[in-house]
């Protein structure tokens, strides 16, 4: 759907971390009191991680800046620090967007664990394009202008680079610039459905 220089973690893995967090009791309990991320991007190029909230003006604002707690809950109970990128439709959909969550990243206790971008479908030449110079970190000025999304690290220079895959939960500042860093194989894709192929 989307065209990124990044790898796009599919629904069998979004099971699978559904499973690790309802394991460690943080998406399970109340309805609306977890958060499960419509997209998790890694870009390899940037060393990182982000979750991704597709926004297509179906739902209210309020209810986008509601789930900014939640992804605070997620950080604090699972020890990482994850930023959120939010696609929105339009600029104008974007600008008064980045006010509500601007405001309600003020509301939180600890509003660095919630790092946020945004963009929009009218931001660069593709709209589908999530490698181009098209996000900007809400609550910076509008002269910071946008970056791409191997230059987002630089918007938030305090936070970690993420692990590679395969090494574990090692900080990467622990793995020495010269090793060699052994890379899992990623998951297979579930076996397809008998049911669905007529059998």
């Known amino acids: 759907?989307?065209?990124?220089?990044?790898?796009?973690?599919?629904?069998?893995?979004?099971?699978?971390?559904?499973?690790?967090?309802?394991?460690?009791?943080?998406?399970?309990?109340?309805?609306?009191?977890?958060?499960?991320?419509?997209?998790?991007?890694?870009?390899?190029?940037?060393?990182?991680?982000?979750?991704?909230?597709?926004?297509?003006?179906?739902?209210?604002?309020?209810?986008?800046?509601?789930?900014?707690?939640?992804?605070?809950?997620?950080?604090?109970?699972?020890?990482?620090?994850?930023?959120?990128?939010?696609?929105?439709?339009?600029?104008?959909?974007?600008?008064?967007?980045?006010?509500?969550?601007?405001?309600?990243?003020?509301?939180?206790?600890?509003?660095a664990r919630v790092p946020v971008a945004t963009t929009n479908g009218e931001a660069t030449g593709d709209p589908l394009d999530m490698a181009a110079r098209r996000w900007r970190r809400v609550g910076a000025s509008d002269a910071v202008g946008r970056v791409a999304l191997a230059e987002l690290p630089t918007l938030w220079p305090d936070l970690p680079a993420s692990a590679p895959r395969g090494v574990g939960h090692r900080p990467a500042s622990a793995i020495p610039a010269n090793a060699r860093v052994e890379l899992a194989p990623p998951s297979p894709m579930p076996p397809p459905d008998p049911a669905r192929l007529g059998g």
């Not at 309020?62 to 699972?78: I, M, V």
């Open 1 to 111: 759907m989307f065209r990124v220089d990044a790898e796009q973690v599919g629904d069998h893995d979004r099971r699978k971390l559904a499973d690790r967090l309802d394991h460690r009791g943080v998406a399970g309990g109340e309805r609306g009191q977890s958060i499960l991320p419509q997209e998790f991007l890694r870009c390899p190029s940037a060393s990182r991680e982000w979750f991704v909230e597709f926004d297509f003006g179906t739902e209210t604002l309020s209810r986008l800046a509601g789930k900014l707690a939640r992804y605070e809950r997620l950080a604090d109970a699972t020890g990482i620090t994850t930023p959120l990128l939010v696609w929105l439709p339009s600029a104008a959909r974007e600008a008064n967007t980045r006010r509500v969550l601007a405001e309600a990243l003020r509301g939180l206790d600890r509003p």
